[in-house]
């Protein structure tokens, strides 16, 4: 018996997980239909799937410092989700995951896909926003050696210091 016909709805949930970045494209992707059957299997759903790439780690992860991204926007009940986090623990391709239940699904593009849509049209990224800063005229006239004035000449230091 369905959770949807009695009138009460699944939770909704937002799920990631991070496999390690020496594995193809192909087998995330196997992984993937591997985690999504098993939520279909216990009577959830994947409404939205979208898969972020390689992206470099913050620190280090059981080696690795890049890990290949996946989204999910997940219906399902919660025993559903605890099978995949299971299976996603039991696999050593698997580095990380991550589930947080929410109240609705955004819709569109998620933050990070916007994100690198964004960056790919600006071209270059901050590097090309440093490059020219301008006419720093406001500064002002600036001593650099304004503290050393008050210092005698190293090689007069020197020689003060042999004849003592």
């Not at 020219?132 to 050696?145: F, T």
């Amino acid at each position: 018996m369905s959770l949807k016909r009695k009138g009460i709805r699944m939770p909704l949930y937002e799920h990631v997980f991070l496999a390690r970045q020496d594995v193809s494209a192909q087998q995330v992707e196997e992984l993937t239909a591997q985690f999504k059957g098993v939520i279909e299997q216990l009577g959830g759903k994947i409404t939205k799937l979208e898969q972020w790439g390689v992206k470099t780690l913050s620190y280090r992860l059981r080696k690795n410092r890049k890990a290949h991204f996946t989204f999910m926007n997940v219906d399902a009940p919660p025993a559903a989700l605890n099978e995949v986090e299971r299976q996603e623990r039991l696999n050593e391709d698997v580095l990380r995951y991550l589930t947080v239940r929410v109240e609705a699904h955004e819709e569109g593009p998620s933050a990070m896909l916007r994100k690198s849509d964004r960056d790919r049209d600006e071209r270059g990224g901050f590097r090309d926003r440093d490059r020219d800063r301008g006419d720093r005229g406001d500064r002002g006239d600036r001593r650099r050696d304004r503290d050393r004035d008050h210092r005698a000449p190293r090689e007069e230091a020197a020689e003060a210091e042999t004849q003592d």
